[in-house]
């Protein structure tokens, strides 16, 4: 927990998500990599000002997804959103690239100066949607090291959304959690069967009995869930809700941000 400290001072520190837009060489994009650049700054931007504690980007728009491995223009584009965003936002900054590019992540977040990746297919083997994807945390922690990359955080997430479980039907959510301290996990993500699904209480639980490391809950969270969640987890990753509509496609709702950190800063005061 230490390491998660500090990072972030605020308790239970709400993380909002940038879903930057298509990136070249995707199905979905539009030609102009400053308009890309700058909407995410201004995202940014509009985040720290209505007051959220932290800030994680994503390249959600690339679908269909690659597995694993990302082409250099992905990563070279993330790496120069983050730097650009943790050059002029004071806020903690993680990265998710997809799918399960963790490696590309770990490399964008040491070149950018960033502060946490999410890591997906840390352990065990689940078929997503992409493909089968097995357990990165060997390659990607000697990976870290080799770059000197230690300060940066690895939060994992354990039972993916968007996958089956089958082949590790017979492992519960506590153990993959075990497994997951036991690879060197620096947090652990859970969350629902798929993006804007709310996570299952009891399995938050089992997992936060089950090891001493942060816990993020990473899908489903909304204004009318928060005083069930935030009390039991150590940081929430937003990003459905705060869009209009609850739509993740769709552009940030400033009141829905706002009154989401209003009821959130109440909830923590009492905590």
């Not at 490696?103 to 997503?128: M, P, Q, W």
């Not at 709310?198 to 009995?209: C, G, L, N, S, T």
């Not at 809700?241 to 005061?269: C, P, Q, T, V």
Request: hydrophobic letters at 45%; charged letters at 25%; aromatic letters at 8%.
């Amino acid at each position: 927990m230490s390491k998660f400290r500090k990072i972030f001072s605020t308790p239970h520190p709400i993380i909002g998500m940038i879903h930057v837009e298509a990136l070249p060489g995707t199905p979905n994009y539009q030609g102009d990599i400053h308009q890309i650049m700058q909407k995410a700054l201004t995202e940014a931007k509009q985040y720290q000002s209505l007051g959220i504690d932290a800030l994680m980007i994503e390249n959600m728009h690339d679908v269909p997804y690659e597995k694993i491995e990302v082409g250099h223009e992905i990563s070279s584009m993330m790496a120069l959103i983050a730097y650009r965003i943790k050059q002029e936002i004071s806020l903690p900054l993680g990265i998710q690239i997809l799918a399960g590019a963790n490696k590309a992540a770990l490399g964008v977040a040491k070149a950018a100066g960033i502060d946490f990746i999410r890591a997906e297919g840390f352990v065990f083997g689940h078929l997503a949607d992409e493909g089968y994807m097995d357990s990165q945390a060997a390659e990607l922690m000697r990976y870290r090291k080799q770059i000197d990359a230690e300060h940066i955080m690895v939060f994992t997430d354990i039972k993916k959304k968007h996958s089956s479980h089958a082949l590790t039907a017979d492992v519960d959510i506590a153990e993959m959690a075990h497994a997951a301290a036991f690879f060197l996990s620096d947090g652990l993500i859970v969350t629902g069967k798929h993006t804007g699904s709310r996570a299952d209480v009891e399995e938050v639980i089992q997992v936060k009995k089950a090891t001493a490391l942060p816990v993020c809950i990473g899908s489903g969270i909304t204004i009318d869930n928060l005083e069930e969640f935030l009390p039991i987890s150590d940081a929430l990753i937003v990003g459905s809700h705060f869009k209009k509509d609850g739509y993740w496609k769709n552009e940030l709702d400033s009141n829905r941000i706002r009154l989401f950190m209003e009821k959130a800063k109440a909830i923590r005061a009492t905590l």
